[in-house]
Antibody, heavy 119, light 110 residues
Framework: EVQLVESGGGLVQPGRSLRLSCAAS????????MHWVRQAPGKGLEWVSG????????GYADSVKGRFTISRDNAKSSLYLQMNSLRAEDTALYYC????????????WGRGTLVTVSS | QSALTQPASVSGSPGQSITISCTGT?????????VSWYQQHPGKAPKLMIYDVSNRPSGLSNRFSGSKSGNTASLTISGLQAEDEADYYC??????????FGTGTKVTVL
């Protein structure tokens, strides 16, 4: 079964760090660009970051640039998001999603991991 | 990057057709044929419905169709069914090599 499973979410104080992981299975991970998309409670979707299959191309939303770092380990079929200097407005359900080669759409999403930033 | 503009809600009776608009700029929707649409039921992950403006993933009902004119893309659902009731989001690739989503539209089946 093709699936993406996120983990690492939780309650964290403002200014602290958190690292999210996404475990992929059922497909050739190396053939896919990977992305993080978040959804604040009761709000819409927001693209956060993406990384190409060979890690040469990485992008970030302006709202997280300089604070978040995306990475991937193709040997472990895993995607990561290091989140530093967290703010209350980063509170959201974080989804990982895959995109085949250089396509510009997200063909499968995980179920998400919830990050709550609060003191 | 500002979110693409979608109507907050659209409704229709079973069997009817509805259209959801998605308005951006020449730097996103108007500049690329990389508009996609996602359906999200409450508490569930988004699901790809349309990609590259008008293409349907394999196995998806042909009741869903997409189009684009200028800076506005559209998703049409024909033969509306109860299970179509959900939130719908458009997305576009941008000139900054990033992605932007729409504000989201709640579809209600009357």
């Amino acid at each position: 079964e093709v699936q993406l499973v996120e983990s690492g979410g939780g309650l964290v104080q403002p200014g602290r760090s958190l690292r999210l992981s996404c475990a992929a299975s059922g497909f050739t991970f190396d053939d896919y660009a990977m992305h993080w998309v978040r959804q604040a409670p009761g709000k819409g979707l927001e693209w956060v970051s993406g990384i190409s299959l060979n890690r040469r191309s990485i992008g970030y939303a302006d709202s997280v640039k300089g604070r978040f770092t995306i990475s991937r380990d193709n040997a472990k079929s895993s995607l990561y998001l290091q989140m530093n200097s967290l703010r209350a407005e980063d509170t959201a359900l974080y989804y990982c999603a895959k995109a085949f080669l250089t396509t510009a759409y997200f063909d499968l999403w995980g179920r998400g991991t919830l990050v709550t930033v609060s003191s | 990057q500002s979110a693409l503009t979608q109507p907050a809600s659209v409704s229709g009776s079973p069997g009817q057709s509805i259209t959801i608009s998605c308005t951006g700029t020449s730097s996103d929707v108007g500049g690329y044929n990389y508009v996609s649409w996602y359906q999200q039921h409450p508490g569930k992950a988004p699901k790809l419905m349309i990609y590259d403006v008008s293409n349907r993933p394999s196995g998806l009902s042909n009741r869903f169709s997409g189009s684009k004119s200028g800076n506005t893309a559209s998703l049409t659902i024909s033969g509306l069914q109860a299970e179509d009731e959900a939130d719908y989001y458009c997305s576009s690739y941008t000139s900054s090599s990033t992605y932007v989503f729409g504000t989201g539209t709640k579809v209600t089946v009357l």
